[in-house]
């Protein structure tokens, strides 16, 4: 090949390779743009659900549980890959559900219940399937789970893998406590251990809530 061939072959390649660089910086810059816009477009859903989650701030209304609902999925249309986001509309569905009570089987709120329920498990399965170590994620799973009264295998890894990447976190633990509890009479030795060491560890005041927890279900660790 002659050199001037050669040497428009090696400026077509730098070419191609700048524009490839360029293609990149292009493509980050607008996920970042679509980052910065999914949290703007957020924050007071964000604000909402945290303190909705401690048990405080604005009392809840359908037209304000609405609202969140569809702030949250504009913006997860905007960043899918975001866990947490999928872990809140989880959470707003859920706690929906919960406050539906314990309507008869064959009531309308009843089958709203369950619809909001198995929404609550699809985002919460998104929000694993994203962050395979959310224990916040696999918790909230495994407690929706148990809402629905489907004590499965998929309930149990939810669980379980709660415990191994969250038992020290409070949260997670109130959780975790919520379903052992209830599953008390047919739970395994090694998740019966796990859960004393759990509530032994775990400090003073979340302590004493996860003891409260087990009575409330007519379990009492200290006497165990």
């Given amino acids: 090949m002659p050199e001037v061939c050669k040497r428009a072959v090696r400026q077509f390649v730098k070419v191609l390779a700048g524009l490839a660089v360029l293609g990149l910086a292009a493509a980050s810059l607008w996920h970042g743009v679509l980052a910065a816009k999914s949290d703007a477009d957020s924050l007071r859903a964000r604000w909402l659900i945290n303190q ?12 304000l549980w609405q609202q969140t609902i ?77 809402l629905k009264g489907e004590t499965d295998a998929e309930l149990w890894a939810a669980y379980d893998k709660a415990v191994r990447y969250g038992r020290n976190e409070p949260g997670v633990q109130v959780l975790l406590a919520r379903v052992a509890f209830a599953q008390w009479e047919t739970l395994s030795p090694m998740r019966k251990s796990q859960i004393a060491d759990m ?3 775990a400090r003073p005041g979340p302590r004493q809530d996860l003891y409260n927890i087990g009575e409330q279900n007519g379990v009492v660790l200290l006497n165990m």
Avoid at 52 to 63: E, F, I, K, M, S
């Fill in 52 to 63: 909705w989650r401690d048990n405080t701030g604005p009392a809840v209304n359908l037209a």
């Fill in 70 to 146: 569809e702030d949250l999925q504009a913006a997860v249309q905007l960043t899918p890959n975001n866990a947490q986001l999928w872990d809140d509309l989880g959470f707003l569905f859920g706690e929906r559900a919960v406050g539906l009570g314990t309507p008869d089987a064959d009531s309308e709120d009843y089958e709203l219940q369950q619809a909001l329920l198995i929404s609550a498990l699809d985002n919460y399965r998104m929000a694993t399937k994203l962050r395979p170590t959310f224990p916040y994620a696999w918790a909230n799973l495994a407690q929706v789970k148990h």
């Fill in 199 to 201: 509530i032994e560890q």
